[in-house]
């Protein structure tokens, strides 16, 4: 397979030009490869949204949409999930500039914050619905709300683990191959989630609050 | 031996209906364009292994051949024709013979609902006010048009000599149009699995002329059974009849409340039952 | 809550197939308890056989840890052979259920009934067909590509051991509780608890995960391999074909396994958190999982059958000595297969109520994928004309498939005709129908692919005369076991039914159940060839590593391969790489200069998280929570551990490497170049013979 363009000027996040070509070569795939995984995972949240789409009007009965959500906090959840798409863009700026490990670990720690806080605000939205009684159980329509958005939620949480784990091994290893890889992956599964969320914002809160 | 070539007189090929019969007009169709189809592969397959075998010094050899426009053009276009030819034909009998769409004969159609249950099925006559399990019997040469739902999990009701299968499902209704066209014993199945009794659940149908037809509500009516939320909950729990058993008179509206869900099925207290005896 | 219940969760004496079969000793009954009897003898007899040849260190650092790919792929046949043969026995037995019970119970209950019908489906699908495919891929398509393993080899592991999990876990069903009644595909609402609050519907749940997770690892494995791993100069179109049809398939996992996933959780959404999502009330839709199943099981039958479609094209240009006829059009035909696999689904439920609008469009889209199928049928008919066709076991197993599998073709769009389906599905017609695509279609491909290349993995042929009595098996086996389904299926005759009531099916049944004792002895004969082969092996070695003077790049190393593949990669200018060396001489070189390679080590972090995940999932279908979190936390214990490891490859110095090439290359020096008449003679040492022509 020829290449026509040197692998340091396809990968914005890694400095690779001083790397074995065999090395650059499988970082290439490693990177591609996570991808396409995170294209299985698009699948998945596309028929939970297709799903949703169905069981919009199955409240039986119960709450509704415009009846729980709570459009404040769902915004300052946004705000706070998209500014935490942005310290860690931060964190993949300063690793690819071979910035040491300080700074990437000290914005990694911010991105952990904002993203404990959208998790926070999220499951204290979900306690306050359960007290409202509007319970998966309750409804297909709640049983689809919750997957949806718990699934998101699910993804955040191990995002905010492995951003945890990204620290420690940057402590440990410093911003060597494997680590600046994982940081890479690890950025696509956070943006990514970061999409999924406008989705979910658009589809699920917006629209749940037309009436 | 030979009661097995009767085999094929239980099903659509012996159609006792104008929906089956269509049917079986487009099977035969159908089946012919394909061997049309599949017997040149049928025929070349051999053909073509044989004499290109390695002892036959006798046929060519041209190892690096690979590639005719003649043969790509004969191995694309006529398919990619047959295909299209089917799919006219495909789209105007799934129009005709949509399940949904009314047998077209001139008289009214007669009105039977149908619900399924575990392992048994319902046929209430809404207009003659009677209801019947596990037999159905039907005028001949009148349309019938069936509302079908389910009181437990998603069935599908077939009567192979008469029309196609339509699936059940709670809450929910479905809807199948047909029509006998000679007097005669035909049966139907469920074919979507249900449990323990799911190969027990087939029923028989009698045509029967107008007349026959008739007579046979009116003795109906004098059952003293009566179709009401209480008989059907008893009737909505799991189990096998040995015989078919006719009601007498129908509560107004039970379909309805049936199919949306507003009766509980007797298997849920079956259930309970179960559980708290162990 | 006793400690007992806490350690247990809802397993009791009577979840023992054994307890439940003593207590209420019917037919049905004793027959499940020899089931799980076999099972857990079978197992008990091989952990002992190993223990007492004391292969446990050589089965776990050889194969068990292994991260080659030949080896994982090796090991996916393997553990498909066994599943394979339980599921071949559950068919033959269903099939003399049927023969005998007319107006009569025969010899097994309806539920015990609805468990064969739903294990063998699920086992064949799943536990056989992806891992036969998973591991002719794994060992064939890296050496076709050049490339010295598959992308992620830690993740095949992983991969592996997951499917093997499953299968354990399909195992333990015959022991502990009882498998699913509700067949492969587990419509709600039925499976749920409503109506089935036992742990049949959560053994399949939990044990379809396991495979569809290491399926969809496998697809992403498999798709960046093919398209980051082939060596240079192999552009797209140099691929040979069932490189091909690897990727496309891989694509196909990587969107098809996604809405398994989504379906079967949502299942046990419903079934362990009391959701909504399929029930009968509260707002479940049960057309929205049949939708979801649909979406992948179409896909996957795609998946099942392309990879054989590659091997006949492999198969069939190799055993006529030619190049593949319309390798361009095979190309395209593939790929439109694999995009219109996505546009049929709604076929498998004409019956469900939409419109004659909507049925009509899934059933011309079902008929178009006929023609690229066709398409390719006739390709491999001008594969051969003009060729020199050697009728070996795995050409004789390809024209049974072109004529059998048309047949099923012809079936097929019948059935994709709305108003035909509203007659016959779910009656044995299209039982008759699919096993008519993946009899012929899958398995006969797998049986040549696993001929095919048995030489190149293990050094020696297999026996041609055990594999032509294995045809005689197969091939009418499934004539007599199928055709009769589809006059039943014509007469009205429904599917998966334990009992029936009509004299005149006798007859058929019978046939049928002949047809079924065939295709077991074909099973049999296919395990007696491997022993028969491994006995006389000294007869048929083949070192030098070409058997079949065949075209593609796996062909011009050693038989076994050295675990790095290839001594030095190829640059591959022109489609049948080999071929052309072979003809312009070019062939059989030392290298200018040899390189380090460098290898993954072995890691047993794909048994690890793989067994884990299987305990993870059976706490799950039984409720031991305690469980259930302990496999979890190993397996993500593994996973993150791994992450830390920064030592994780050895290298192989150049110079061993150039030793074991020369020694190959003397090898071939000495070998003695055959003519096709001689390939299965002992004179075949795997060197053809060049003929200029």
Not at chain 3, 626 to 655: C, K
Request: glycine content about 8%; proline content about 5%.
């Amino acid at each position: 397979m020829s290449e026509t363009t040197e692998p340091e000027l396809r990968h914005a996040g890694l400095n690779l030009a001083d790397d074995a070509r065999e090395l650059r070569e499988h970082v290439e795939s490693d990177v591609f490869g996570f991808w396409v995984f995170l294209m299985s995972d698009a699948v998945v949240f596309a028929l939970l949204f297709a799903i949703y789409g169905t069981m919009r009007h199955a409240t039986a009965g119960g709450p509704d949409a415009a009846q729980e959500f709570k459009f404040h906090s769902a915004f300052w959840e946004t705000a706070l999930l998209l500014t935490s798409s942005f310290s860690y863009g931060m964190v993949s700026l300063l690793t690819k500039h071979g910035r040491g490990r300080l700074w990437p670990l000290a914005l990694l720690a911010v991105t952990f914050c904002l993203g404990a806080g959208f998790l926070k605000m999220e499951i204290h939205d979900f306690v306050t619905m359960f007290h409202d009684g509007a319970t998966p159980e309750r409804s297909g329509y709640l049983s689809s709300f919750f997957v949806l958005v718990g699934m998101h939620g699910f993804h955040v949480f191990s995002g905010l683990t492995w951003i945890v784990l990204m620290g420690i091994q940057l402590v440990v290893f410093g911003p060597d191959e494997r680590t600046k890889v994982n940081l890479i992956r690890l950025g696509l599964f956070w943006h990514f989630l970061d999409v999924v969320w406008v989705v979910i914002f658009s589809v699920v809160y917006l629209q749940g609050l037309i009436r | 031996m030979l009661t097995g070539c009767s085999v094929l007189s239980r099903g659509f090929l012996a159609p006792a209906g104008p929906v089956a019969a269509a049917e079986r007009h487009e099977f035969f169709f159908v089946g012919a364009v394909m061997l049309l189809v599949i017997g040149p592969v049928l025929l070349l397959t051999p053909i073509i292994a044989w004499h290109y075998r390695l002892a036959n010094t006798k046929s060519a050899f041209r190892p690096q051949w690979g590639f005719s426009w003649i043969l790509e053009g004969l191995i694309w276009v006529p398919p990619t024709i047959i295909v299209i030819v089917l799919a006219v034909f495909l789209v105007g009998n799934t129009v005709r013979l949509d399940p949904y769409r009314p047998v077209p004969l001139s008289r009214p159609p007669l009105q039977v609902q149908v619900v399924a249950l575990d392992w048994k099925w319902l046929f209430i006559y809404p207009e003659q006010e009677v209801a019947s399990v596990n037999q159905l019997i039907l005028p001949v040469g009148r349309p019938v048009h069936f509302s079908l739902t389910s009181g437990t999990v998603m069935q599908s009701l077939l009567m192979p000599r008469l029309a196609g299968q339509i699936y059940t499902m709670s809450g929910m209704t479905t809807q199948l149009n047909l029509a006998i066209s000679e007097p005669g014993t035909y049966w139907g199945e469920n074919t979507q699995f249900n449990g323990d009794g799911f190969q027990d659940q087939k029923f028989q149908i009698l045509g029967v002329s107008s007349a026959d037809f008739d007579r046979w509500v009116s003795s109906t009516r004098q059952t003293p059974t009566v179709l009401d939320d209480k008989a059907y909950q008893n009737l909505s729990r799991q189990s096998v009849l040995p015989h078919p058993i006719a009601f007498g008179s129908v509560e107004a509206g039970i379909f309805a409340r049936i199919s949306h869900q507003t009766i509980q099925p007797g298997y849920v207290s079956q259930h309970q039952d179960a559980k708290s005896h162990g | 809550m006793t400690i007992w219940h806490f350690l247990l969760g809802h397993l009791t004496w009577d979840s023992l197939v054994f307890v439940r079969a003593w207590r209420d000793p019917t037919t049905s009954e004793v027959i499940g308890g020899c089931a799980g009897g076999i099972a857990v003898l079978g197992a008990m007899f091989l952990f002992g056989l190993i223990t007492v040849l004391g292969k446990w260190r050589y089965l776990w650092t050889e194969w068990m840890t292994s991260l080659d790919h030949k080896k994982i792929g090796i090991m996916y046949i393997v553990f498909a052979g066994i599943m394979l043969s339980r599921a071949l026995i559950e068919a033959v037995l269903m099939r003399t259920q049927q023969a005998v019970a007319i107006n009569n119970p025969g010899l097994v209950a309806p539920d015990h009934f609805a468990q064969l019908f739903s294990t063998h489906g699920t086992i064949m699908v799943f536990f056989v067909g992806m891992p036969l495919l998973t591991g002719l891929i794994n060992f064939a398509m890296p050496l076709q590509i050049g490339s010295r393993d598959v992308a992620f080899p830690y993740m095949n592991s992983i991969s592996l051991w997951l499917t093997v999990g499953g299968g354990i876990m399909m195992m333990a069903s015959l022991v502990l509780g009882q498998f699913s009644t509700g067949g492969w595909s587990g419509y709600p609402p039925y499976t749920e608890l409503a109506f089935n609050d036992g742990v049949g519907p959560d053994y399949w749940i939990w044990s379809v995960s396991l495979s569809s997770l290491g399926a969809l690892m496998t697809g992403i494995n498999f798709a960046v391999t093919v398209y980051k791993f082939r060596a240079p100069g192999m552009r797209w179109m140099r691929m040979p074909l069932f490189a091909w049809t690897s990727i496309c398939t891989a694509v196909l996992m990587i969107f098809a396994m996604p809405p398994l996933t989504v379906a079967t959780l949502l299942l046990a959404a419903d079934r362990y958190l009391g959701m909504h999502f399929f029930t009968n009330t509260l707002g479940g839709n049960m057309m929205n999982f049949v939708n979801l199943f649909w979406l992948f099981g179409h896909p996957e039958v795609y998946i099942l059958i392309l990879p054989p479609f590659g091997i006949y094209s492999e198969v069939v240009a190799a055993y006529s000595s030619k190049e593949l006829y319309g390798y361009t059009s095979l190309v395209i035909a593939t790929t439109a297969i694999a995009i219109l696999s996505f546009t049929v689904w709604l076929h498998h439920f004409f019956t469900m109520g939409q419109s004659a609008g909507i049925n009509s469009f899934f059933g011309i889209m079902t008929m178009a994928i006929g023609i690229p199928t066709g398409v390719k049928i006739y390709d491999w008919i001008w594969t051969m004309f003009w060729g020199e066709v050697r009728f070996t076991t795995p050409l004789l197993f390809s024209l049974a498939f072109m004529i059998t599998f048309v047949i099923g073709g012809m079936t097929g769009i019948i059935l994709a005709t709305p108003p035909l389906d509203y007659m016959m599905h779910n009656t044995l017609f299209l039982v008759a129908h699919f096993h008519n695509m993946l009899i012929p279609g899958m398995l006969y491909g797998v049986i040549a692919g696993y001929y095919y290349w048995f030489p190149k993995a293990f050094g020696f042929r297999l026996s041609e005369r055990w594999g032509r009595i294995a045809f005689i098996c197969w091939v009418p086996g499934f004539y007599l076991a199928f055709m009769p389904l589809y006059v039943l299926g014509a007469a009205g005759v429904a599917r998966r039914t334990q009992e029936l009531f009509d004299p005149a099916f006798r007859p058929w049944l019978i046939v049928a159940l002949l047809g079924a004792f065939l295709l077991l002895a074909g099973l049999a004969s296919l395990f007696i060839q491997l022993y028969v082969s491994i006995k006389q092996r000294h007869t048929t070695q083949v070192p030098v590593g070409d058997p079949w003077d065949a075209r593609g790049l796996e062909w011009s190393m050693s038989a076994p391969p050295p675990e790095y593949n290839f001594a030095v990669l190829p640059e591959v200018t022109r489609r049948d790489a080999f071929y052309w060396q072979k003809k312009s001489n070019a062939a059989y070189r030392p290298a200018d200069h040899y390189e380090d390679i460098t290898l993954p080590k072995n890691s047993m972090c794909g048994v690890s998280v793989g067994l884990s995940m299987t305990a993870c999932f059976f706490g799950l279908v039984w409720h031991t929570w305690w469980l259930s979190v302990f496999g979890f936390v190993v397996a993500l214990g593994t996973v993150i551990a791994r992450s830390f490891m920064r030592d994780v490859n050895r290298i192989i110095p150049a110079a061993k490497v150039a030793a074991q090439d020369r020694r190959w290359l003397e090898r071939v020096g000495a070998a003695v170049p055959i003519p096709r008449q001689l390939e299965l003679t002992p004179e075949n040492e795997g060197l053809a013979d060049v003929r200029n022509d």
